[in-house]
DNA sequence: TGGATTTCCATAGGGTCCCTATGTAACGTG
DNA sequence: CACGTTACATAGGGACCCTATGGAAATCCA
């Protein structure tokens, strides 16, 4: 395996990867909103600059994205009693239910697809253990 | 491996990817533009619908991302002599030169996010190849 | 105890990418 | 030539994300 064929995975990953999100956008839901009601459940309640981190997306970013949650219902903004800066962010019933419809529509729309590939699901497994991978050490470091 | 997996599977497959292009787009850099440098390289010269086809967007989208190419020096529009509508884009030297320097960070950022791993390159290349068909059969009909 | 610093969230302003709806010009056909 | 079709461009708007900045609460420290 060549650097050279390192280099059109990496840059092909990079590619399906985009339009894979825009074709969600397109046809599914909103996904910003989604990745945070899906840090909500796996991690439970918490701040907003926690789940900017968790996201890796700026501060800012996360913000707004919770703002538009709360006005769709999906999410609530509590105060901590014990600590007036933070925002403990928690998701709603409501927002727990359209979590579980999101990921049937998206579970559903990769089976089809797998199914006319003869993929199994541990196939989409190591895809996506791979990206997670990738995604994983945002590690700084010198050199 | 139950239903319950494949949507997990599914979702999370969606999160990653967002979150991938998000930190490529932050931290490398992918004016959507790349994408359409990465198919006339693999095709030759397009008109501009047929790459809006192929990088499954819509035509104005890849109209507007054929000018901005244009006026990065990256590709060339001529009119096609028999037909005074189709326009033939093609890669310009410096087009290709990019497209190179784009893939070369692109690998080398992968590179270094799987020796962190153990992963070899055989495990990017089975995740591109389970994004590819995931995306690829859009339910069309037969070729 | 009274800053100084840090932490956490919000707002302002701007950019990119992408969409639908709607032109406009050039082709083909009867 | 009228007609529908094809290929591209423009207009208008939405979703998502960023940096810079501001304000309030907590913490640190002389």
Known sequence: MSD???EELGSELVVL??????AVRRDLDQPAGV???SLLDQ???RGVSELAAADSCSQP??????TTLV???WVTKTQDPRDARVL????????RAHLAAVRRTHGRAVADRLAAHDRSPADVAAAVAVLRDVLDPPQEGPR
């Open 43 to 45: 991690h439970g309640p």
């Open 35 to 37: 990745r945070v009601l």
């Open 71 to 73: 006005d769709l219902g």
């Open 17 to 22: 990867a985009a339009r894979l999100v825009r």
């Open 61 to 66: 970013t996360m913000s707004g994205t919770v």
């Open 88 to 95: 403990r962010v928690g998701l709603t019933d409501a927002g």
């Open 4 to 6: 050279d064929d390192l």
